[in-house]
């Protein structure tokens, strides 16, 4: 690989004093940059300011001289429709392509309904099946690496966490339904079905489809398909833009019109915290959803369905609202993205996703030098993710996975905090080769 005019060396096949001369140029990088004083954060995956800014006119599209009935007369001020307005189920139907029937408007968060789904399921049981609490075991299928805060809630819950090896084409399938179809204490598995957390992976349709004919031992066996970034690409050409198939479809076509819970929220659409989150699944489903809704709430926010609803009109506003986001977010991945090419590729130290949407790339180091690249980086004043964050437990068994996260950082503290980040990777493989 050519950098310059200066070919790039594999480190594994460097010589001692090779490695020796590289480490003390890099030690002496390091030690430059520390004296910068960085405070540069990586770790989440939030919207930039200026993605924010594109959602500003949400709060002008009602105050005091508003007309606040919906399409029914339902007066969006006082209580009542639990379910959501028609045309924010409307709205929200087209964004995570189901039924608008088949949908509940909830609050403002989707991971509140995915923690409200298994705690209920804890409690209360699902669709009439026994209560989880009153089960020796209950276990949760992790696709790995994958979010974080989905491993935190089934971990809250004390339920089993195991690993499923992810591929570009989706979680392991022989793995899971070897573990679906055999082990009854399996009772749910998480899916990030598009532009996954941290790979910015889509399932394929095979992948789809596999999931969608599964024959599970458990009766109340659940896939939770978190669509979080459905219509977040980067690209706006089709050919560019990944496509999956619609999960609630497939299973009622495979005869599995219950083995679904689907979640979707517009935090990374609009305002994070103050978006629309809502859940669609089988009629059955939302029956038993909402008995113990009717427990919860009286209903929930609607002046912010109404809001949502003016401010977008329809979906095509809402691909183009999704345009200006990705114009913000694409230089960020393709910069970070082109600085691992130059200055890591051909080095055999580390491997990186290309992610067509999504908030993330994944990063593989070598074996074990994960969390001391993380460490690095802090001391350099970069903050990233913890390493581990990705894996159940926060154990990452090959302590070679980081979560880069480019959204939230100008463009100007990215290219540093990628120098950085790089830098770091360097060294500790430089340290792991001298070491061995
Ligand atoms: N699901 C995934 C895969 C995410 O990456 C995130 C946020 O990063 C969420 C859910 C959180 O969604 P919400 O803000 O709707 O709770």
Same mark, same amino acid.
């Given at each position: 690989m050519l950098k310059g005019d200066i070919i790039m060396k594999k480190y594994a096949e460097m010589t001692r004093e090779e490695l020796l001369t590289e480490q003390a140029e890099l030690g002496k990088k390091f030690e430059e940059i520390k004296k910068m004083g960085l405070k540069l954060d990586m770790s989440r995956g939030k919207p930039a300011h200026n993605q924010l800014e594109l959602s500003n006119e949400l709060m002008d599209v009602? #105050?005091?001289?508003? /007309?606040?009935? +919906?399409?029914?007369?339902? +007066?969006?001020? #006082? /209580?009542?429709i639990l379910s959501g307005i028609p045309e924010a189920k409307r709205l929200m139907g087209a964004m995570s392509e189901v039924n608008p029937d088949d949908m509940i408007i909830y609050g403002n968060s989707s991971l509140n309904i995915m923690f409200d789904t298994v705690s209920r399921s804890f409690t209360h049981g699902v669709c009439g099946n026994t209560p989880w609490c009153r089960l020796d075991k209950v276990k949760f299928l992790c696709p790995v690496p994958g979010y974080d805060r989905h491993f935190r809630i089934t971990e809250y819950f004390g339920i089993e966490m195991i690993n499923i090896p992810m591929t570009p084409e989706g979680p392991d399938m022989d793995l899971v339904e070897h573990y679906v179809s055999t082990d009854p204490a399996v009772k749910g598995i998480w899916c990030v079905p598009k532009y996954s957390n941290p790979q910015g992976y889509s399932y394929s349709d095979e992948t789809v489809r596999r999931f969608a004919a599964l024959h599970p031992a458990a009766p109340d066996f659940r896939i939770y398909w978190d669509n979080a970034y459905s219509i977040h690409h980067l690209y706006d050409d089709p050919e560019k833009q990944d496509v999956i198939l619609e999960i609630l479809e497939e299973c009622r076509k495979a005869g599995n019109p219950d083995m679904v819970f689907k979640f979707i929220s517009t935090s990374k659409v609009t305002f994070p915290g103050s978006g629309l989150a809502a859940i669609a699944s089988s009629q059955a489903n939302l029956k038993d959803t909402q008995k113990h809704m009717t427990v919860q709430t009286i209903g929930f926010d609607k002046l912010n369905q109404l809001r949502h609803v003016r401010f977008f009109g329809n979906m095509a506003n809402m691909h183009a609202h999704m345009s200006k986001h990705a114009e913000i977010l694409r230089p960020k991945f393709e910069m970070i993205l082109d600085t691992l090419k130059a200055e890591l590729g051909g080095l055999g130290i580390a491997e990186w996703t290309e992610p067509r949407g999504g908030y993330f790339i994944s990063f593989e180091s070598l074996e074990g030098c994960a969390k001391a690249i993380v460490a690095k980086c802090a001391e350099a004043g970069v903050k990233l993710t913890p390493a581990g964050a990705t894996y159940p437990y926060g154990k990452d068994p090959h302590d070679s996975n980081i979560r880069i996260a480019p959204? /939230?950082?100008?463009l100007k503290e990215l290219e540093k905090a990628t120098a950085v980040l790089v830098l770091c990777t360097k060294l500790v493989s430089v340290e792991k080769y001298l070491s061995i």
């Open positions: 009602l #105050n005091s001289d508003s /007309y606040f009935m +919906d399409e029914t007369g339902t +007066d969006c001020r #006082n /209580y009542g959204s /939230y950082p100008k």
